[in-house]
């Protein structure tokens, strides 16, 4: 069992930053890849960015590339998102979540096993 938790989410105006962080207990984090969703009201929810098990390979959906960098700590047994030049668009509540598996579909949530409870992220015009 794998336990997640987020942290750093808030109101903060167009362009602004903020950085995610995502704590996990319970096994060993370096068995794991580690994925950013967000989830806005109304909306599915959406795969944001995904980090290797070494922290070597990421992966980002088309429309934060350039603005968000997702990184990992193994040795703290965290994964961060750093958000930059954030759009209203950004809008949602932002998820982390574990993938023991092979990571065939990186960017479906039903490939990853442990998910967090979330933290909302909120970014106003």
């Known amino acids: 069992q794998v336990q997640l938790v987020e942290s750093g989410g808030g109101l903060v105006q167009a362009g602004g930053s903020l950085r995610l962080s995502c704590a996990a207990s319970?096994?060993?984090?370096?068995?794991?890849?580690m994925g950013w969703f967000r989830q806005a009201p109304g909306k599915e929810r959406e795969f944001v960015a995904r980090i290797s098990r070494t922290g070597i390979t990421t992966r980002y959906v088309e429309a934060v590339k350039g603005r968000f960098t997702i990184s990992r700590d193994n040795a703290k047994n965290t994964v961060y998102l750093q958000m930059n030049s954030l759009k209203p668009e950004d809008t949602a509540v932002y998820y982390c979540?574990?993938?023991?598996?092979?990571?065939?579909?990186?960017?479906?949530?039903?490939?990853?096993?442990?998910w967090g409870q979330g933290t909302q992220v909120t970014v106003s015009s």
């Open positions: 979540a574990a993938d023991y598996g092979v990571g065939s579909s990186p960017s479906n949530p039903t490939q990853y096993d442990y």
């Open positions: 319970g096994r060993t984090f370096s068995d794991y890849a």
